[in-house]
């Protein structure tokens, strides 16, 4: 007799992975339309590309011979999929891991913000959860500040590339980039980090942040003792851009009601050799093996 919690054909871990990928059009995910292509939905291989992991370990994930995933690949994996909040949960359950629950930060990014973010096409933009945590980035960010997957995963967070504990830190820009008022960008930084806490009061990952940072770069800790609580603000940057110079741009967050992830976008003012330059980046592309 079959066992009661036999797992019904098509509702297991892997069959889930590759019903949504089938789901999602190419154009959905920001990626080019072939004309000749058999596949309707993503293929394997563009969804290891967007989630960040091996095209062997999705493979792996959808015959069931990986059957428990981290969190960290479960986000991603969702994100990727454009899952909405309740998928998401599904997935982490089936992943036998518990979902994010109430009063920590959120790291998925809702499927109508992922198709509006797509449509701005390569205009630079990230997504950054509400520690400053990336987790997410367009070929247009990747073009004006190098590609973050340059970076390890727990080093891609703004407020620890902002204020470095380790000497030996790898900056999330692979090249300078520099504010017109360092110390107002700052303060804005940290008194953002303290809302969230406020905001977010459960989350271990945020209160590791903060611990690292007081405790290990003396600026932050003198910011964090102010006690200033406000938003984040307008920034304007200066990118040295390794193949085109100099561009400078403004820096723009917008922050989501619920979730409190941020958008940011990079803009040059219209007309100006600026945009013409920022324009650029996405065609040229760095010098390879550049770095800061």
Sequence with gaps: MESMTTTPPGAGLGAMIRTWRNRLPPSAAGLPVVRKRRAVGLRREELADLAGV?????VRLEQGRATTPSASVVASLARALQLSTAERDHLYRLAQIVPPADGTICDHLPPGMQRVLVRLGDVPVAVFAADWQLVWW?????????DPSASPPRTRNFARDRFPVDADHTPLALWPVTETDPDTADAALVSDLRRATGRFPRDSRLAALVRDLNAG????????????????????????????????????????????LKIVIMTAAPGSEDETKLRLTTVVGPPAGTRN
Excluded: I
Excluded at 54 to 58: A, I, L, P, T
Excluded at 138 to 146: K, P, Q, R, V, Y
Excluded at 237 to 259: A, E, I, W, Y
């Design 54 to 58: 091996s095209v062997d370990y999705v």
């Design 138 to 146: 367009n070929h247009g960010w990747a073009a004006l500040l190098g």
């Design 217 to 260: 770069n003396e600026r932050f800790a003198e910011l964090w003792a102010t006690g200033e609580v406000t938003a984040n603000r307008e920034v304007h940057k200066r990118v040295d851009h390794p193949s085109v110079g100099p561009v400078t741009v403004d820096c723009d967050v917008l922050t989501d009601g619920d979730t409190e």
